[in-house]
């Protein structure tokens, strides 16, 4: 070795001393290293001391059911005690009980019920699931026994983990009826599987199905039952077609449904818990009542028979959704299974409004901004009055020249007599002919709007996005604002005062007044009048328990509609248009076919007429 080579390695070498000195962590970092250390090391330690104690307790529950085993035929279980697992990721939390092997607890993690408290789907004492079948002249309620827990199966909770639980049910050593359970990490999606291993000696052998029954006591977790109580209720799809549910105004409704249904839903306002199954069922009876407990909606019940051919082993796949009704939440977890379907967004009718303009534009504005609901809310009622506009327009000035054309109306009014209906019909028709005008352009443009108006009602009571979200004095947008509490209930208002709804029935008492007077007045108008006056009170009635953000649009709604109609009056200049009708009049008009062909016809009901008028003369 040379005497360069020998000068390298030791420059080499005090470079590495030197880097490793003006590198290595300070005392700072040191001690959150070590800090690391020792929270990995006791969080080791505690899934090792959490894996031997469910070690330890299967065997000791295994050793239990086989002792109960020899002394009884069936299911027998002297001394087994009952114990809770945990199935939990980020999004839900799953308890489940050896006592029937069934989930006892649905807790949704990110959201809390109307006064804080944690949100859940499925309390041990309000809740059922299980199975019933005969095995040894026996009738069998799983539910009444102690499930074993499968060590083989079985992973501790972690966050970014899949975890399965799975539950047996023995008859003997190698007979069992197993309850699968897989969670997911960041998933509303629970998979649930039965299987049956080796119940075919067990098992009457005359079971062509096993009865799994599942039930829900629905808690309340909004602030109006009343309110709630209308999106409450179970709701289904069958194989291939349309969703459908139970009655939700009615005490108690029940059917049987003897055709394929994919999946049932006992569905809330906002949550939903929806079993899905692989293989459809069939011949479902399904039933829902209110419920006769405080802080409780509605009791719904489902008996699906699954069909048993007594081999060594037959399994049924199913999954649990426990989570929200959020368009893209059960868009995404059942795209091919109509899960949005749940969320009601209105008549067929007017559903595609909501589903393909509304919805789209609304989570636009939610996940690419950062405004507060009430603005997004301002944004897409602005969004659709600009749409609107033309029709706005429109109305306007047709109901503008309708009232220009008033006094040439009472003339031709007082010109015919009442036994001249038709003759006072057709010189009306042939008016409004000569001046260009359409007698039902005031009111088409509304009807066009309806469908819009309509979708929107049922659009905001069923948005999660809005719940319990705040905006000026509102603090729930998907319920009622309250500003003041009555210490009385006036009948068919309630016991609060709802300030949205008393902003939105003032504005449309406004905007009744200027329609009033941009319309032709005449006998009809006048008769009309209280009925245009009446709607507005009766909506304060209606409104005052809906939501916030619905009574705050139609408020925004209106209030837009009155500025667009004081804009269009200033620019519109009525003695021009007078001077338009005026010329229009004086140009030939060009009858169509279908004026042709009304005119033959009132000619010939004319006609008969006059017939029977001689005939009455002449007896």
Same mark, same amino acid.
């Given at each position: 070795?040379?005497?360069?080579?020998?000068?390298?390695? %030791?420059?080499?070498?005090?470079?590495?001393?030197?880097?490793?000195?003006?590198?290595?962590?300070?005392? &700072?970092?040191?001690?959150?290293?070590?800090?690391?250390?020792?929270?990995?090391?006791?969080?080791?330690?505690?899934?090792?001391?959490?894996?031997?104690?469910?070690?330890?307790?299967?065997?000791?529950?295994?050793?239990?059911?086989?002792?109960?085993?020899?002394?009884?035929?069936?299911?027998?279980?002297?001394? %087994?005690?009952?114990?809770?697992?945990?199935?939990?990721?980020?999004?839900? !939390?799953?308890?489940?009980?050896?006592?029937?092997?069934?989930?006892?607890?649905?807790?949704?993690?990110?959201?809390?019920?109307? #006064?804080?408290?944690?949100?859940?789907?499925?309390?041990?004492?309000?809740?059922?699931?299980?199975?019933?079948?005969?095995?040894?002249?026996?009738? %069998?309620?799983?539910?009444?026994?102690?499930?074993?827990?499968?060590?083989?199966?079985?992973?501790?909770?972690?966050?970014?983990?899949?975890?399965?639980?799975?539950?047996?049910?023995?008859?003997?050593?190698?007979?069992?009826?197993?309850?699968?359970?897989?969670?997911?990490?960041?998933?509303?999606?629970?998979?649930?599987?039965?299987?049956?291993?080796?119940?075919?000696?067990?098992?009457?052998?005359?079971?062509?199905?096993?009865?799994?029954?599942?039930?829900?006591?629905?808690?309340?977790?909004?602030?109006?039952? #009343?309110? &709630?109580?209308?999106?409450?209720?179970?709701?289904?799809?069958?194989?291939?077609?349309?969703?459908?549910?139970?009655?939700?105004?009615?005490?108690?409704?029940?059917?049987?449904?003897?055709?394929?249904?994919?999946?049932? #839903?006992?569905?809330?306002?906002?949550?939903?818990?929806?079993?899905?199954?692989?293989?459809?069922?069939?011949?479902? @009876?399904?039933?829902? !009542?209110?419920?006769?407990?405080?802080?409780?909606?509605?009791?719904?019940?489902?008996?699906?028979?699954? +069909?048993?051919?007594?081999?060594?082993?037959?399994?049924?796949? =199913?999954?649990?959704?426990?989570?929200?009704?959020?368009?893209?939440?059960?868009?995404?977890?059942?795209?091919?299974?109509?899960?949005?379907?749940?969320?009601?967004?209105?008549?067929?009718?007017?559903?595609?409004?909501?589903?393909?303009?509304?919805?789209?534009?609304?989570?636009?504005?939610?996940?690419?901004?950062?405004?507060?609901?009430?603005?997004?809310?301002?944004?897409?009622? *602005?969004?659709?009055?600009?749409?609107?506009?033309?029709?706005?327009?429109?109305?306007?000035?047709?109901?503008? !020249?309708?009232?220009?054309?008033? +006094?040439?109306?009472?003339?031709?009014?007082?010109?015919?007599?009442?036994?001249?209906?038709?003759?006072?019909?057709?010189?009306? /028709?042939?008016?409004?002919?000569?001046?260009?005008?359409? +007698?039902?352009?005031?009111?088409? +443009?509304?009807? *066009?709007? =309806?469908?819009? @108006?309509?979708? *929107?009602?049922?659009?905001?009571?069923?948005?999660?996005?809005?719940?319990?979200?705040?905006?000026?004095?509102?603090?729930?947008?998907?319920?009622?604002?309250?500003?003041?509490?009555?210490?009385?209930?006036?009948?068919?208002?309630?016991?609060?005062?709802?300030?949205?709804?008393? *902003?939105?029935?003032?504005?449309?008492?406004?905007?009744?007044?200027?329609?009033?007077?941009?319309?032709?007045?005449?006998?009809? =108008?006048?008769?009309?009048?209280? /009925?245009?006056?009446?709607?507005?009170?009766?909506?304060?009635? %209606?409104?005052?328990?809906?939501?916030?953000?619905?009574?705050?649009?139609?408020?925004?709604?209106?209030?837009?509609?009155?500025?667009?109609?004081?804009?269009?009056?200033?620019?519109?200049?009525?003695?021009?248009?007078?001077?338009?009708?005026?010329?229009?009049?004086?140009?030939?008009? !060009?009858?169509?076919?279908?004026?042709?062909?009304?005119?033959?016809?009132?000619?010939?009901?004319?006609?008969?007429?006059?017939?029977?008028?001689?005939?009455?003369?002449?007896?």
């Amino acid at each position: 070795m040379d005497k360069n080579t020998i000068i390298g390695l %030791i420059i080499i070498f005090l470079i590495l001393i030197g880097f490793s000195y003006f590198n290595r962590p300070s005392e &700072e970092q040191r001690r959150e290293m070590m800090r690391q250390d020792s929270i990995a090391r006791v969080e080791q330690q505690k899934r090792e001391l959490a894996a031997q104690k469910l070690r330890q307790e299967t065997q000791e529950a295994e050793q239990a059911v086989a002792e109960a085993q020899r002394k009884s035929a069936v299911f027998a279980q002297d001394s %087994i005690t009952e114990q809770i697992y945990t199935l939990e990721n980020d999004k839900i !939390k799953l308890n489940i009980s050896t006592r029937g092997g069934r989930i006892t607890l649905v807790n949704l993690k990110e959201y809390c019920t109307h #006064d804080s408290l944690p949100l859940i789907l499925w309390k041990e004492d309000a809740s059922t699931l299980g199975m019933n079948f005969y095995a040894r002249n026996q009738e %069998i309620n799983t539910e009444k026994f102690l499930f074993v827990p499968s060590t083989t199966e079985t992973t501790l909770y972690a966050k970014n983990e899949t975890q399965t639980l799975s539950m047996r049910l023995y008859a003997d050593s190698s007979s069992y009826i197993e309850y699968r359970y897989t969670l997911f990490p960041d998933s509303y999606m629970t998979d649930f599987s039965i299987i049956t291993h080796n119940m075919g000696e067990i098992i009457a052998s005359n079971s062509s199905f096993l009865t799994l029954y599942w039930g829900v006591n629905m808690p309340q977790l909004e602030k109006s039952k #009343d309110f &709630e109580k209308r999106y409450t209720g179970v709701y289904y799809k069958f194989f291939e077609n349309d969703v459908e549910h139970l009655s939700l105004t009615s005490d108690a409704d029940e059917e049987t449904l003897p055709t394929k249904v994919q999946w049932i #839903d006992f569905k809330q306002q906002f949550f939903s818990s929806i079993l899905i199954t692989d293989t459809p069922f069939s011949d479902i @009876l399904l039933s829902d !009542k209110a419920s006769q407990r405080n802080g409780y909606i509605k009791e719904a019940y489902a008996e699906i028979p699954l +069909p048993y051919n007594g081999e060594a082993q037959e399994q049924y796949d =199913m999954h649990f959704f426990f989570g929200p009704n959020s368009f893209p939440v059960l868009k995404e977890y059942g795209k091919d299974l109509a899960l949005t379907d749940v969320i009601n967004t209105g008549w067929k009718w007017v559903a595609w409004f909501n589903k393909y303009f509304v919805i789209p534009i609304f989570n636009f504005l939610q996940n690419n901004t950062t405004w507060n609901y009430g603005i997004i809310i301002l944004v897409l009622t *602005l969004i659709i009055k600009i749409i609107l506009f033309p029709l706005t327009y429109k109305s306007y000035m047709s109901s503008a !020249k309708m009232r220009l054309l008033k +006094p040439q109306l009472d003339e031709i009014n007082k010109k015919y007599p009442a036994d001249k209906a038709l003759e006072k019909q057709q010189a009306m /028709m042939k008016l409004y002919k000569q001046a260009g005008i359409n +007698p039902m352009g005031g009111c088409l +443009p509304l009807l *066009l709007q =309806m469908p819009i @108006l309509i979708a *929107l009602f049922y659009f905001f009571p069923g948005a999660i996005e809005l719940r319990q979200q705040g905006f000026l004095w509102a603090d729930d947008l998907a319920s009622y604002d309250s500003i003041l509490t009555l210490p009385f209930t006036i009948p068919f208002y309630g016991s609060h005062v709802s300030l949205f709804c008393l *902003l939105m029935t003032v504005t449309n008492i406004i905007y009744t007044v200027i329609n009033y007077k941009n319309q032709p007045q005449n006998d009809q =108008m006048k008769g009309m009048k209280m /009925m245009m006056y009446l709607m507005p009170i009766m909506f304060l009635f %209606i409104f005052n328990n809906y939501s916030a953000g619905l009574s705050y649009y139609y408020f925004i709604a209106t209030l837009i509609t009155i500025l667009q109609t004081w804009i269009i009056r200033m620019f519109v200049n009525e003695e021009k248009m007078m001077k338009r009708i005026e010329l229009a009049k004086q140009k030939p008009v !060009k009858k169509s076919k279908f004026q042709q062909r009304l005119e033959e016809m009132q000619k010939q009901q004319q006609q008969r007429l006059r017939e029977q008028q001689r005939q009455r003369n002449k007896k």
